[in-house]
């Protein structure tokens, strides 16, 4: 599983970051990819991915700031175009509904596939046999989202070699031994699964916040998950200044990722004040609070596996 960021910064668009946009890659897990928030010119920044806006599965929206939204008329009208014709599903809070609808609908831009909006509330807004998502309310100036995003336990892994020297032919009583079943082979001595098979592994978790102070909401979406993405609008020191604007400083996030018990942090919606060369500033802040500290750059990509967290060299 992996992650990338098509858009980093928030309020408005810089030389050195976009706005809001992160990408949750499910390719061999579903053969598709979900996104959270959906700022302005995000589907530019998918011409510089391998994203094919036709895999776009699910839409999770934070809330209804711009910066967080402004992408999604031209991304929606894209994925048409490029003959998108699978069902798109969209979540997001109150008002998303209706401003998708009247956007398309006084642009004429007519869709050639399902799109489905769900508005949605706290508790679990999306559950299959792979994934579960969860979502709170946060602490914003107007209603804001964030999400909990558990994989189910994967299968357990067939240890071939140990079934092979067990008598286990190769064929299909392979397969029913990865699934689960016993096996009676030709000599009538049966071969039990478990004695064959790992134990099923922890599937990826994490919490993907939306904009937010400090609050409890938030660290109760990280609770023990791999990988906690927090905004960082604000540096160390300036609490006082974050709050009224209903932003957190790098401190508080290193904070719920603390309090949380989360694995890794990875900060984002950096203010358009911090030049690059000053971002790993903001990390060296939040080491202080959390061992674990990455800082979220425009096209950066993320792997997710076995809890652990680690940057795609290109």
Same mark, same amino acid.
């Given at each position: 599983m992996e992650l990338q960021f098509?858009?980093?910064?928030?309020?408005?668009?810089?030389?050195q970051r976009n706005t809001s946009a992160l990408v949750l890659k499910l390719m061999q897990e579903r053969g598709t990819f979900w996104l959270f928030d959906c700022g302005e010119a995000t589907q530019h920044q998918m011409l510089y991915t391998t994203l094919?806006?036709?895999?776009?599965e699910k839409i999770f929206i934070t809330h209804m700031h711009g910066d967080h939204i402004f992408g999604l008329p031209g991304l929606l009208g894209s994925r048409s175009f490029?003959?998108?014709?699978?069902?798109?599903?969209?979540?997001?809070?109150?008002?998303i509904k209706e401003w998708i609808q009247t956007t398309l609908r006084l642009s004429r831009t007519y869709l050639q596939y399902p799109l489905h909006i769900e508005e949605i509330d706290e508790g679990i807004i999306f559950e299959d046999d792979l994934f579960?998502?969860?979502?709170?309310?946060?602490?914003?100036?107007?209603p804001c989202y964030g999400y909990r995003i558990l994989q189910k336990p994967l299968p357990p892994m067939l240890l071939i070699d140990k079934?092979?020297?067990?008598?286990?032919?190769?064929?299909?009583?392979?397969?029913? =031994?990865? *699934? #689960?079943?016993?096996?009676? =082979?030709? *000599? #009538?001595?049966t071969i039990f699964s478990q004695d064959v098979t790992t134990e099923p592994n922890k599937g990826v978790s994490l919490a993907v916040l939306g904009d937010t102070r400090y609050c409890q909401s938030a660290i109760e979406l990280s609770q023990d998950v791999d990988v906690v993405i927090h905004e960082s609008t604000f540096d160390a020191?300036?609490?006082e200044l974050a709050k009224p604007y209903g932003h957190s400083t790098v401190t508080e996030a290193a904070k719920v990722a603390k309090e949380s018990n989360a694995k890794h942090l990875i900060i984002n919606h950096i203010s358009a004040r911090f030049l690059p060369h000053e971002a790993n500033q903001l990390r060296i802040q939040g080491l202080q609070e959390f061992p674990s500290i990455?800082?979220?750059?425009?096209?950066?990509?993320?792997?997710?596996?076995?809890?652990?967290?680690?940057?795609?060299?290109?």
């Open positions: 098509l858009g980093t910064g928030a309020g408005m668009p810089s030389k094919k806006p036709r895999k776009l490029l003959d998108g014709k699978e069902a798109l599903t969209i979540y997001g809070p109150k008002g579960r998502v969860e979502a709170k309310n946060l602490d914003h100036v107007i079934a092979l020297q067990l008598g286990v032919p190769k064929g299909p009583l392979l397969a029913k =031994l990865k *699934n #689960g079943q016993d096996v009676i =082979l030709e *000599n #009538g001595e020191g300036t609490e990455f800082v979220a750059e425009d096209l950066l990509e993320f792997e997710m596996k076995n809890g652990e967290l680690n940057p795609i060299k290109k």
